[in-house]
């Protein structure tokens, strides 16, 4: 499966799993709203997921793939597969006691990550509940990222990219049962739990279906493990920098009124669809094909998969940007204004959303300049730059919460990573050369967001619609006039699509 077609599968699985998160998302703002209980249960869904993109995304799966591909490639398939099943041991040994110590120590975990909580509070009491019953599903997602490491090596992007979509109907389900609970946050924490147990039986089933052997094995700290974990030790680093890069929001917000954890979630909902579809293409796909490349030292093949990721990423992510920054009241509104989220959560949502807008393009472009690092098993040079950023972010979120409250933490997120592209832009330069067509690409791709832009803030003012309906009919504008501008500028032909599907 050539790069665009396993982008485009990817992204398109992708897609699916998050408009069943926003119906989801939608039912949680009735039903949850953006208070006390709604804080607490973000706060229990946000712990499992930061040390899953430390242990899971972050690091083992950016370390494991280039050296599993690579036993592929120089050992043999048997000898890969005994790999993975080595390291599936070796990680349920190591998360397991660290799953249960953490749920034991919750209490005193919570006051580290979320100090505006006060004990004896509703925040500080249900966060402690709901985080103990959710955490394990670090564990299971943990195991279930290696497996779709896995399947990711051997072309099959499918399942991996289709198994959130059990998230989302657990979730789902969650809120349907949620009378039978104490609350409903303890029903949304149960539904997180089982989702996890759901998308590992159904990755593990899947392997079998694909006859790819893969069996735990007794944890042995062998040579490959041994260089596994020197691949992952700066990967965890820099998974955990930028995670720290997230959770200082969180932290921050914690500090604020009740509600503005919640606004942070809901904002972040709506920027991860982009991210999320474009992001998670990239990096699932990518990384396979182009660690294939580099251990093959094809160096034309590693350039031209470089090239096309970052316009596929920039062709998405601009527009996507423009648009929810434009219309970031109407999108909030239509989805979330409804039952317990009112239209002063909207307001603050809307403005956080905006804030992180800014930032999006630059998420992606990260997703691809890491990529290419990381296939060439250089973990180190990303840790490093991921550092700066942080550091920066967090003196940043410090000074603006005092003069713009939850925004300020968000726009100081969006701008720290801004600065994370130029720093790799900047040492890149005399490795990652742009061919003037691709420059002038990239500059049309601009120009058309910029016009899809203004369509977008003209719609806004003249339509006079129900907020829902208006959302549609500007959601549909956006993309028509994208369309038409990127058709009509040359940035893309019907010819190019034809091929790129081909390819």
């Keep these: 499966m050539r790069l665009f077609k396993a982008l485009a599968t990817v992204s398109l699985l992708t897609s699916l799993s998050r408009i069943g998160g926003f119906i989801r998302d939608i039912i949680m703002a009735a039903v949850l709203g953006a208070g006390p209980v709604a804080d607490a249960f973000f706060i229990a869904l946000k712990m499992p997921n930061m040390f899953r993109r430390i242990t899971a995304e972050g690091a083992l799966t950016v370390a494991f793939v280039p050296t599993y591909t690579e036993k592929q490639e120089r050992e043999g398939q048997d000898s890969a597969s005994d790999y993975a099943g080595t390291v599936a041991g070796v990680l349920s040994a190591v998360l397991i006691p660290f799953s249960i110590l953490i749920i034991w120590l919750m209490p005193y975990v919570m006051g580290l990550l979320a100090p505006g909580f006060e004990i004896g509070e509703t925040r500080y009491t249900y966060g402690v509940e709901f985080s103990r019953i959710t955490f394990f599903y670090l564990t299971l997602m943990s195991l279930a990222a290696l497996m779709g490491g896995v399947m990711n090596a051997h072309n099959r992007f499918v399942p991996f990219a289709a198994a959130p979509v059990l998230f989302n109907v657990c979730l789902i389900g969650g809120l349907l049962i949620s009378g039978y609970f104490d609350t409903v946050g303890h029903a949304l924490s149960w539904a997180v739990l089982f989702s996890g147990v759901l998308q590992f039986i159904f990755l593990w089933v899947c392997m079998k279906a694909y006859k790819i052997r893969f069996n735990f094995k007794k944890p042995i700290f062998n040579s490959d493990i041994k260089k596994l974990f020197k691949l992952m030790g700066p990967g965890v680093v820099g998974a955990g920098v930028a995670q720290i890069n997230l959770f200082v929001d969180v932290i921050l917000a914690s ?16 920027n991860q669809l982009p991210l999320g579809i474009v992001g998670v293409a990239i990096g699932t796909a990518l990384l396979p094909m182009m660690a294939r490349a580099v251990s093959a030292n094809d160096t034309q093949r590693a350039s031209q998969l470089f090239f096309k990721s970052l316009f596929f990423g920039l062709l998405l992510a601009l527009p996507a940007a423009v648009a929810l920054g434009c219309i970031s009241n109407t999108l909030i509104g239509g989805l979330f204004e409804r039952g317990e989220f009112t239209a002063d959560n909207t307001a603050l949502t809307a403005n956080v959303l905006k804030a992180y807008a800014i930032g999006l393009p630059a998420f992606i472009l990260t997703k691809v300049y890491a990529t290419f690092y990381f296939s060439r098993q250089d973990t180190i040079t990303p840790v490093k730059i991921s550092a700066v950023t942080t550091i920066l972010n967090t003196l940043m979120s410090l000074a603006a919460i005092n003069y713009l409250g939850i925004i300020g933490i968000a726009l100081a997120t969006s701008v720290a990573m801004w600065i994370q592209i130029f720093i790799y832009v900047f040492i890149t330069r005399h490795e990652i050369i742009l061919q003037p067509t691709e420059t002038k690409k990239i500059l049309a791709t601009v120009l058309c967001a910029g016009l899809m832009g203004a369509c977008l803030l003209l719609g806004n003012y ?28 040359g940035v893309f032909s019907i010819k190019e699509i034809k091929n790129y599907l081909k390819k």
């Design 255 to 270: 500090l604020l009124p009740a509600g503005a954890i919640s606004a942070l979630y809901y904002a972040d909902r709506l």
């Design 462 to 489: 003249m339509i006079v619609m129900p907020i829902l309906v208006k959302m549609f009919v500007l959601v549909a504008i956006g993309i028509a006039s994208y369309t038409f501008f990127v058709f009509i500028t």
